[in-house]
């Protein structure tokens, strides 16, 4: 089965907790920059975004524009590679959203277990 499986290999580009958010924050909103996603994502810190970033920008899947400037100005955006990614980010979202409101009607709770 490994040999045909290449689910964990996408797993890999999408695991952790703020890739998938980034990458819908970009999808979004197209070219951001990185105080941008900060804002955009408040519960992030400077250093877990910038680590993110890299490891999609490592994998092509978000593509980083720096201008040569004072100050220094870099934008983030979907690399046209990375895009073949939206259908599937975007149905886990849709996905996640009806599956909230499905434990709320079984328990009474959103996803955090709050009433």
Sequence with gaps: MKAYCKFESALDILVGKWKPVILLQLISNGIMRFSELQRA???????MLTQQL???EYNDIVYRKVYSQVPPKVEYSISDYGKGLSTVLEALNDWGETHSEHMNELYGTDRSGNK
Excluded at 41 to 47: L, V
């Design 41 to 47: 994502i408040p519960d992030i810190n400077k250093k």
């Design 54 to 56: 890299r490891e999609l």
